[in-house]
């Protein structure tokens, strides 16, 4: 069983910055692509960032240059490194990953998520 837990939410005002973690734990033998999604009231789930395994990164038009996203690969883990933020970007972030496990079966895992919210 694989589980993914995040951290880092919170409050934060306009301009402020906040960091997300995501750590995987469980029968994991391998871990391919890393995400960040989030959902706002009332919006789809989007994609926010995305890092493969050998670190290649792709973010939404909405983040790039705000937002950072980089993983460390020993500790099963994924960050979001969230800068200038704006009232927009508030939504519940979740983490996505492509885990393996030892009997081969890859598969879509998701977290529970974490809430940011960006108000005065």
């Known amino acids: 069983q694989v589980q993914l837990v995040e951290t880092g939410g919170g409050l934060v005002q306009p301009g402020g910055s906040l960091r997300l973690s995501c750590a995987a734990s469980?029968?994991?033998?391998?871990?391919?692509?890393m995400r960040w999604y989030r959902q706002a009231p009332g919006k789809q789930r989007e994609l926010v960032a995305a890092i493969s395994s050998g670190g290649v990164t792709n973010y939404a038009d909405s983040v790039k240059g705000r937002f950072t996203i980089s993983r460390d690969n020993a500790k099963n883990t994924v960050y979001l490194q969230m800068n200038s933020l704006k009232p927009e970007d508030t939504a519940v972030y979740y983490c996505?990953?492509?885990?393996?496990?030892?009997?081969?079966?890859?598969?879509?895992?998701w977290g529970q998520g974490t809430q940011v919210t960006v108000s005065s």
């Open positions: 469980g029968s994991i033998f391998s871990i391919a692509t």
């Open positions: 996505n990953a492509d885990v393996r496990d030892y009997q081969g079966y890859l598969a879509g895992r």
